[in-house]
C-alpha cells in the first residue's frame, strides 16, 4: 500500500512540474525526487535562464540537494526530511549540471542525475 500511496504521489509531483508547464517570467520547473539511492528529474533538458527545482524527498532518510557544474555550486536545498518538500530557484547558463544528494555517501550509492542547459 504504502509502494502505492509512493506512487501516485510522484505522478502528482510529475504533473504538477511538468515540461508544459512555464511561469508567466518565462522560468522553467524541474520536479525533483529523491529516495534511497536515486534522484530522478522530471525532465532532463530546460532553456537557461530562471530554473525552479520543486524537490521532494520519498525516501525514508534524510537527503538534500547541491547543483553543481565543474565543481562550482549553484544551489543547495539544505536537509529535507523524509516525506518534505523543498525548493531552489537558480539562474543557470548553458551546460551539463549534476544534481546529487550531499549526504556523505549518499552520492556514491547511486543520488545523482544530470541536467543539459540549453
Not at 14 to 32: D, E, T, Y
Not at 93 to 114: D, E, Q, T, W
Amino acid at each position: 500500500m504504502r509502494g502505492l500511496v509512493t506512487l501516485a504521489a510522484a505522478l502528482c509531483l510529475f504533473v504538477l512540474v511538468s515540461p508544459a508547464w512555464s511561469g508567466a517570467s518565462g522560468g522553467s520547473a524541474v520536479g525533483v525526487s529523491e529516495r534511497e539511492w536515486s534522484v530522478t528529474l522530471s525532465r532532463l533538458r530546460v532553456q537557461h535562464g530562471t530554473i525552479t527545482f520543486s524537490i521532494h524527498n520519498f525516501g525514508q532518510d534524510d537527503h538534500n540537494i547541491k547543483i553543481r557544474k565543474h565543481g562550482s555550486q549553484y544551489g543547495f536545498s539544505g536537509r529535507i526530511r523524509s516525506g518534505a518538500t523543498a525548493t531552489i530557484t537558480v539562474n543557470l547558463k548553458p551546460g551539463v549540471y549534476s544534481l546529487f544528494c550531499g549526504i556523505p555517501g549518499h552520492r556514491a550509492l547511486g543520488m545523482n542525475a544530470k541536467l543539459t542547459v540549453t
